[in-house]
């Protein structure tokens, strides 16, 4: 297990509220290390800012939307005295799923923002300073989505595939100033935001993570980058890479159908 308070004595959570966020908010409160949590929901951000007051850590909190450019000097200024150790970016979900030709090209670009945009802001800004003080961790929540596109998934599969090879990049250049770099890639798990989309946790086959698991997985592996497959989805992981593209694709899509208990436009394959 790795030692966290060596990422004290402050941490950031982008998506620090709910789920998987709320349970490195814990974790790392119970290591002793204080805590920077954002969240676009000031009921459940307070909600979890308490929970780890509790634990005897400092909070410091600000209800902010990512996809909103003034959310990144708003968490720069609220951190300015801070020496911030580890950052960790929970907050890429897919808050826009739609076909691609008839969707809102305003809608596709939240996206973008949320999943490239404020993560590339966030890491420059405290990456540097973990870099001058030659220590610190990194830590970009993934998803396995980058790794085969789906239905009313082009946008998002592709920033998570971007996150990927940015996560991989990172983890070269920081080696050299003692700073960690992990993505932990998610798969299905029981968290509110997946189930607000509507997943349904029971489709046989699918075994859904519990966020304390991944959360513990994650924080164990920071020095164990650049890329840890949590929730025991290593295998599917391995399969969604192979060259049979149209296949994977088209297995992706009927498995899609499953877990959100509709059938995309078009239908799908046999």
Request: glycine share 12%; charged share 20%; hydrophobic share 45%.
């Given at each position: ?63 902010a939307d990512l ?108 080696r050299a100033y ?93």
């Amino acid at each position: 297990m790795t030692e966290l308070s060596q990422y004290g004595p402050w941490a950031v959570i982008a998506g620090g509220s709910e789920g998987v966020g709320r349970a490195f908010a814990e974790q790392l409160a119970d290591a002793g290390v204080n805590l920077v949590l954002i969240a676009r929901k000031p009921g459940p951000l307070e909600e979890t800012a308490e929970a780890v007051r509790a634990r005897g850590v400092g909070v410091r909190t600000l209800s902010a939307d990512l996809t909103d450019r003034a959310a990144i000097t708003a968490i720069q200024e609220l951190t300015v005295d801070l020496e911030v150790g580890l950052l960790i970016y929970n907050a890429g979900a897919n808050s826009y799923g739609n076909e691609f030709i008839s969707g809102d090209l305003d809608g596709f670009q939240q996206v973008i923002d949320l999943n490239i945009t404020a993560p590339l802001a966030l890491v420059r800004h405290y990456g540097a300073a973990m870099a001058e003080a030659g220590r610190g961790g990194i830590l970009l929540v993934g998803s396995m989505s980058g790794y085969l596109g789906g239905p009313t998934l082009s946008v998002y599969s592709g920033v998570k595939a971007f996150g990927r090879a940015w996560a991989e990049s990172l983890w070269l250049e920081m080696r050299a100033y003692n700073v960690d770099v992990l993505e932990l890639v998610l798969g299905v798990t029981r968290t509110p935001a997946m189930a607000r989309a509507g997943l349904d946790f029971d489709v046989p086959g699918i075994d859904a993570a519990e966020p304390e698991d991944v959360a513990r997985e994650g924080l164990a592996n920071l020095k164990n980058g650049p890329i840890h497959i949590a929730g025991g989805n290593e295998a599917r992981v391995h399969a969604s890479s192979g060259h049979n593209r149209a296949e994977l694709l088209l297995g992706q899509q009927r498995m899609m159908e499953k877990l959100l208990a509709r059938v995309p436009r078009g239908g799908s394959e046999s």
